[in-house]
């Protein structure tokens, strides 16, 4: 694992009546997404404690190929997809590993 890959941490909070189909949506991304360039890592999760919290765990080779990814198709058809089943627009943050 390299000190300079780029580690993100997204999470996407679905309004109460509408967490199954806001995960249906975001399991359409997970595979496309694992098939790019530069991708190590993209992992889905539901918070156990509050079914209405996703978040993506993430890992990617260079900022490049996360730009690339962002601006996907598959990426941007579930930024639209998503509209009205969201709580609040997704969190996006970016890490990089100090140690």
Not at 16 to 36: G, H, N, S
Not at 55 to 84: C, M, N, P, Y
Request: charged share 25%; net charge negative; hydrophobic share 40%.
């Amino acid at each position: 694992m390299s000190n300079s890959t780029i580690r993100v941490v997204a999470r996407v909070i679905a309004l109460p009546d509408k967490i199954e189909e806001l995960k249906a949506v975001l399991l359409q991304i997970v595979e496309p997404t694992r098939q790019e360039e530069g991708c190590i890592q993209y992992d889905l999760f539901q918070n156990q404690t509050d079914p209405t919290d996703f978040t993506f765990v993430e890992e990617w080779t260079t900022k490049e190929a996360l730009d690339k990814h962002l601006a996907s198709e598959h990426l941007q058809a579930a930024v639209q997809r998503i509209d009205g089943l969201v709580a609040t627009n997704p969190d996006i943050r970016t890490y990089h590993q100090l140690n």
